[in-house]
């Protein structure tokens, strides 16, 4: 299983930079706004980059961000419930 | 009386000053010494701007744009050769400009502009083809036309009058100054002096306005709802309701917006003076169209109730209407500090919520929403905050033109930026925007009769008359459709739907889309636009 990022969910701009990549992103199921914080813009982008990635590549590169493995599965958990990032079965 | 301006860079460089109309209201302004010229319209409501001239030459625009001001303004440094146009954080002038072939040309008409310029060959600029689609507003140097621009609000755009290719735009708005830190915000306990609290915070939003606006006739919209009864609450306690009357359009076809009979006993309750418009043509979308519409309006609103309506209080003398615009947005301030931070993400999560949430994506192809989506059209996209909701800024930008053409102002305290505050202060209160509103108001029974207190619906089923009552324009549009041959939609299917009156096409939502989408591709055709790779 690998997670891949809900384009429908969020949207990376050049401008991301400029925003200290602090930004915004939608939870269409439960119609809410959830603010993005640098550790977690990356992460995705990461994961979009890379067109989905699997745990163990989230932990290798959230290893750089994150104080521990707790916080990166916190994370992702937090991201898939809002629906930021979705599971995709192969 | 028609006040439209329109004059090129050289004209600017010469002297701005005589060449911009008197208008009632704001008031003119001019001032000019050996290094410097300014020149415009300018007026300031909460006192924090005594000398603008001085203000703008040894600190710049940006106090000036983050005050409670509205303004166009123009400044030119002689010695730099730089003119500088700003623009107030609301953005409530009409002002277009053309760059191309070395020169600018400026105008408070849209349509002035477009005719005056239409031999270099006008383009459609999609982007924004698409964000009216939605009445998805954002704020934008752009406009339907892509020759065509204008001041995005808050911003000033900077023209070096001898390479005037190299003009920039650059906004001063600062989001923050409204977002006070989590540490500094008291937060009310009581719904109950809340109310009071913003009820007197009402007032003198609505006095600080008043007291620019001597001798001028005012008028104050008047509804079932509590936004513009609330200002004409204010206005009867400061000036008494004998000294301005209220105006009101309604219709049966559309008694959720307006119920007469509510509006009366709040009237009645307040001693107000009402004067009725009975909007029911405009709503039934019964009359011809084809006759009516402009091939200068792109949102044909000329055809509209509301030029109706502004055109009668042309004719009574109002030069002032207080409104209750921003009344919807202001009470779900708290939760916007995300969304101005962030306006260009905002606009694409609104249309993932237009195309996604609401279904709109059914009536369009697969192409058109991969461009909705796209993310070079929001990588293109300058970034240009606002101090309150875009849906409120937004009425003006679409309306100023006709209001510019009357000579009528409209005035609204709910965008005072001291309001938007205050109701960050107010107590937690479950529930959307509306609900926020309804719990605070029935705190002011005193104000407000207690049948006022039941949740209202929109507009949208008028919508659904123009679809019934308009077939010919409707097919005649569609023949050589614009959408269609930019693949956005597949005229044969929408066809379909428009024969079953069963379809997704006669709900809600897809009513106003369509009816939009068919004015724009009308506009389109009539003005011979065309796409560019721009």
Not at chain 1, 44 to 53: F, Q, R
Not at chain 2, 165 to 191: A, C, G, Q, R, W
Not at chain 2, 321 to 347: C, H, M, R, V, W
Request: aromatic content about 14%.
């Amino acid at each position: 299983m690998k997670f891949i990022v809900n384009e429908r969910a969020i949207i990376f701009l050049d401008i991301d930079k400029l925003n200290n990549f602090y930004t915004i992103a939608y939870n269409l199921r439960d119609d809410e706004i959830i603010s993005i914080r640098p550790r977690e813009y990356l992460l995705l982008k990461y994961i979009k980059d890379n067109k989905g990635a699997a745990e163990k590549d989230l932990i290798n590169f959230g290893s750089k961000l994150f104080k521990d493995q707790k916080e990166i599965f916190k994370t992702i958990e937090v991201l898939f419930k809002k629906q930021i990032l979705i599971p995709v079965y192969e | 009386m028609n006040k439209h301006w329109l004059f090129n860079l050289q004209t600017a460089r010469e002297s701005i000053n005589g060449r911009l109309p008197q208008i009632s209201f704001p008031p003119q302004i001019h001032f000019e010494d050996k290094n410097t010229e300014l020149s415009g319209y300018f007026v300031n409501y909460d006192g924090t701007i005594n000398d603008l001239f001085n203000e703008i030459k040894n600190k710049g625009f940006k106090n000036v744009i983050n005050s409670n001001s509205e303004f166009l303004l123009f400044l030119f440094d002689k010695n730099r050769g730089i003119l500088e146009i700003a623009s107030d954080q609301i953005g409530k002038f009409p002002f277009y400009f053309y760059q191309g072939k070395g020169d600018f040309v400026f105008s408070s008409s849209f349509a002035l502009l477009k005719n005056e310029v239409k031999n270099v060959g006008l383009s459609i600029n999609l982007d924004i083809l698409f964000t009216a689609l939605f009445w998805e507003w954002h704020n934008t140097e752009r406009t339907l036309i892509n020759e065509i621009k204008r001041i995005p609000a808050g911003c000033v755009l900077r023209i070096p009058v001898d390479e005037p290719h190299k003009f920039s735009i650059v906004s001063y708005v600062d989001v923050n100054l409204n977002i006070p830190p989590e540490n500094n915000l008291h937060t009310y306990e009581s719904i109950g002096v809340f109310a009071r609290d913003w009820v007197n915070g009402m007032a003198t939003a609505t006095d600080n306005r008043l007291r620019k606006v001597v001798d001028l006739k005012i008028g104050c919209d008047l509804s079932s709802g509590f936004d513009c009864t609330l200002i004409a609450y204010c206005l009867s306690k400061l000036i008494g309701s004998e000294k301005f009357n209220c105006y009101a359009q309604f219709s049966d076809l559309a008694k959720n917006e307006t119920d007469i009979e509510l509006m009366n006993n709040f009237a009645k309750k307040n001693n107000l003076k009402i004067k009725t418009f009975d909007a029911s043509k405009f709503y039934s979308y019964e009359h011809d169209l084809i006759d009516v519409w402009s091939r200068d309006d792109p949102y044909q609103v000329s055809s509209t109730y509301f030029e109706d309506f502004i055109s009668k209080l042309e004719q009574d003398g109002v030069k002032i209407q207080f409104t209750g615009d921003g009344g919807d947005e202001i009470y779900g301030a708290s939760e916007e500090g995300p969304l101005l931070k962030f306006p260009i993400q905002n606009s694409f999560i609104s249309n993932v919520i237009y195309l996604k949430k609401y279904g709109l994506e059914k009536i369009f192809t697969e192409k058109a929403t991969e461009f909705a989506f796209s993310t070079e059209r929001f990588n293109t996209r300058g970034q240009y905050p606002l101090t309150v909701s875009t849906s409120v800024a937004s009425i003006f930008w679409n309306l100023s033109e006709i209001l510019w053409t009357h000579d009528v102002w409209f005035m609204t305290p709910f965008i005072d930026t001291r309001l938007v505050k205050l109701i960050k202060q107010a107590p937690e209160i479950k529930g959307d925007k509306g609900v926020k509103k309804t719990e605070i108001m029935k705190h002011l029974t005193d104000i407000f009769p207690a049948e006022m207190f039941k949740v209202k619906a929109g507009l949208e089923d008028v919508y659904i008359n123009f679809i019934i009552n308009q077939k010919l324009l409707i097919y005649s549009v569609l023949q050589n459709s614009f959408f269609d041959k930019i693949g956005w939609i597949n005229k044969e299917f929408i066809i379909k739907l428009l024969e079953n009156e069963n379809s997704i096409l006669y709900k809600d939502e897809f009513a106003i889309t369509f009816q939009t989408m068919i004015a724009l591709d009308w506009f389109i055709q009539k003005n011979k636009l065309t796409v560019t790779n721009r």
